[in-house]
């Protein structure tokens, strides 16, 4: 896992001016609580902060606050929601060798086999490891498996020291058979239905229609001419 330093600063605004005070000054209002100690209202740096983050949200940070160092990890983070940018963070104390439960992101590698859909249903796994040890993520390699395969959470190699928290029977990567071009079109056509949607007729539908009408016209005039020649 990633481990960085960044320096705070003791916030002594509260409240929300005081918060956009300190995010128009570059910062970004945060709160380190944890070990049963009140919390510390400080501010980060956002442009640091930013850059730690892209080691992962269960990156280690050494926290460098009024001469002395304290490690924590960010246990929720803020963002406004439409630009994305970070509002606020939570930082829990952590120390050297203590455990703490975090979410770990799965990831996928390899190609299923073919005309297999790929259904990955769970992105992250709860897990207890080490604060100064957390794995970045898993990979789970799924290269050549098809529908009579599954994988759960019990199947993911974890790595040493790290402890599953997430059901063992929860399905995190599923496979299912691709459509045939006829059941794709035919579940389109029952939705559409449902919906109450109809399409214009196209030119072939016309001329379809054209060739069953002329065929029928043909029918009804082959059993007239055999009426008349009855007759006469």
């Known amino acids: 896992m ?47 902060f930013a850059h730690a983050m892209k080691g992962g949200t269960n990156t ?11 490690l924590a990890l960010p246990k929720a983070i803020q963002r406004d929601p439409i630009r994305g940018t970070v509002e606020h963070v939570d930082l829990l104390l952590v120390r050297r060798g203590e455990r703490v439960t975090v979410e770990i992101r799965v990831m996928l590698s390899g190609e299923p086999a073919p005309d297999t859909l790929v259904n990955h249903d769970l992105q992250t796994l709860h897990v207890e ?27 993911v190699r974890l790595p040493a020291g790290t402890t599953l928290l997430t059901d063992p029977e929860a399905l995190v990567v599923g496979f299912l058979g691709a459509p045939t071009a006829e059941q794709m079109e035919a579940e389109l056509a029952e939705a559409e239905a449902e919906a109450g949607i109809e399409h214009e007729p196209t030119d072939a539908d016309i001329e379809a229609a054209a060739e069953g009408e002329d065929a029928g016209t043909d029918e009804s005039d082959a059993g007239t001419g055999d009426d008349t020649s009855e007759r006469s």
Do not use: M, Q
Not at 13 to 39: Q, S
């Open 2 to 48: 990633s481990e960085v330093r960044i320096d705070a600063e003791a916030r002594t605004e509260f409240g929300k001016g005081g918060a956009r005070r300190t995010r128009r000054a570059g910062k970004i209002p945060a709160v380190l609580y944890g070990h049963g100690l009140d919390p510390r209202h400080i501010s980060l740096p956002a442009r640091e």
């Open 60 to 70: 280690l940070l050494t926290v460098g606050l009024d001469g002395g160092s304290e």
């Open 129 to 155: 490891a080490e604060a100064t040890h957390i794995p970045d993520g898993v990979t789970v390699n799924i290269a050549g498996f098809d529908v009579t395969r599954s994988i759960l959470a019990r199947d």
